[in-house]
């Protein structure tokens, strides 16, 4: 059975960082993709990986601040987000697909999903 376990959420004041884990089981992926969606939002793209060419893509939102990485041996991939900002509240859902190719930026291209990670940053 196919499941992406996430963790490492919590409360955070500004300016300070967390690291989210999302640990896959059952298979690996071509893919994996860190999503967020705040109170009354839509679920937006915060950052991905191609896990064999370790190509990594992000959102302007967070480029310089987050950092998508990968640990094969363990099948978890990381997101460390450092100088966080009351904006960057909301739930973290983490993705994956094993397509060959996938437009990383859509929700809709992702098979698997985690059940998500609250990530409160007070000011």
């Known amino acids: 059975q196919v499941q992406l376990v996430e963790s490492g959420g919590g409360l955070v004041q500004a300016g300070g960082s967390l690291r989210l884990s999302c640990a896959a089981s059952g298979r690996t992926f071509n893919f994996v993709g860190w999503f967020r969606q705040a109170p009354g939002k839509e679920r937006e793209f915060v950052t991905a990986?191609?896990?064999?060419?370790?190509?990594?893509y992000y959102a302007d939102s967070v480029k310089g601040r987050f950092t998508i990485s990968i640990d094969n041996s363990e099948n978890t991939v990381y997101l460390q987000m450092n100088s966080l900002t009351p904006e960057d509240t909301a739930v973290y859902f983490c993705?994956?697909?094993?397509?060959?190719?996938?437009?990383?930026?859509?929700?809709?291209?992702?098979?698997?999903w985690g059940q998500g990670a609250q990530v409160t940053v007070s000011s």
């Open positions: 993705a994956a697909d094993n397509a060959q190719w996938v437009n990383v930026f859509s929700p809709r291209a992702y098979e698997y």
């Open positions: 990986i191609n896990t064999l060419a370790g190509n990594t």
